[in-house]
């Protein structure tokens, strides 16, 4: 069972130009898409496609469009209700897979709402493998929430995994080493974030990008898996570091390329292959959305895994 919690949850309406964005022109759109996500939703969104077991927890009002949504792709949920509509968040994508986002801040979340999604998260944890912190934090959330349910979430069985970024990231990191997650998911810009490098030396050299990713292992991460766009992904570990190509793409969107990665790395991991079978596992999942337009997330007949290349980089998290 794969349990997410998307705290700021959005409906992604993605619109797809015919040709470059040329600002302050009126152009032409060549498809609109719109459906309800957020960074866990899709992962739990990925999960039921591939037959696992998910439950997502987010806040939204029961009537809202958002759940009824989830609710006619018969994805099991369980919504909080918040004052409010859920945020729209707009998803702009040119022919060469360029995207530009426009994220819209969501709903206020008081005291009242964070005790309850955390209450609704731990009930649903006991039942649960792994438990998905995705996304950014709503206004009036503490930056620090995700370390406080890292923290709340080890009297459960569940191992957990975060994927976030600017300050909420920092502050877990800041807690390190004494909460940890079990995995988490930067990219290379987050990862430089936390590590002192640049965004574009990571991108551009695994081996530094590996190097960055065992800092964290080091203090206590269980896994770092940091994308890193065409170039793939690295995945770190205490048993070492691997590299892992994509087969060629043509990008279309991506858009949810993060989330199916992290979820490619789950699914090999709920399979019992070694960190290496995980790694190809999420760039064949990254690399599929990233080939699909909008936010569309892939099924398990889109995947490539065995064009998915892996290079080992060092054995030992100390390496």
């Not at 015919?18 to 719109?34: C, F, I, K, N, W």
């Amino acid at each position: 069972m794969i349990v997410t919690l998307t705290p700021n949850p959005s409906i992604d309406t993605t619109v797809a130009l015919d040709g470059p964005l040329d600002r302050g022109a009126v152009q032409r759109t060549r498809e609109l898409s719109s459906q309800a996500g957020g960074k866990g939703v899709n992962i739990s969104r990925a999960a039921q496609s591939a037959g696992l077991p998910t439950t997502a927890v987010f806040p939204a009002d029961p009537d809202d469009p958002f759940v009824h949504d989830l609710h006619a792709a018969g994805l099991p949920c369980r919504p909080e209700p918040v004052h409010g509509h859920v945020r729209v968040n707009l998803t702009i994508t040119e022919p060469d897979g360029t995207t530009t986002k426009l994220n819209s801040p969501g709903n206020v979340a008081d005291a009242d709402l964070l005790a309850r999604l955390e209450s609704a998260l731990l009930h649903e944890a006991g039942t649960g493998d792994w438990v998905v912190l995705a996304g950014s934090l709503p206004p009036g959330a503490p930056d620090d929430w995700y370390a406080r349910l890292v923290s709340a979430l080890r009297g459960t069985t569940a191992r957990v995994a975060v994927d976030t970024s600017e300050e909420p990231l920092k502050a877990l990191a800041a807690a390190l080493p004494g909460i940890a997650p079990d995995l988490l998911k930067p990219n290379a810009e987050e990862l430089a974030s936390l590590t002192g490098h640049l965004a574009d030396e990571l991108e551009a050299d695994p081996a530094a990008t590996a190097r960055a990713a065992t800092q964290l292992v080091g203090r206590g991460v269980g896994a770092v898996l940091a994308t890193l766009g065409s170039e793939g992904a690295v995945l770190a570990t205490a048993e070492g570091a691997w590299h892992a190509v994509p087969p060629p793409t043509t990008v279309l969107s991506t858009v949810g390329a993060g989330d199916s990665s992290l979820f490619g790395y789950l699914w090999g991991e709920s399979q019992g292959l070694p960190p290496a079978g995980r790694l190809r596992y999420a760039v064949a999942y990254g690399s599929a959305a990233a080939a699909l337009p909008g936010t569309t997330i892939p099924e398990p007949g889109h995947l490539r895994p065995d064009l998915v290349t892996v290079h080992q980089l060092s054995t030992g998290a100390s390496t």
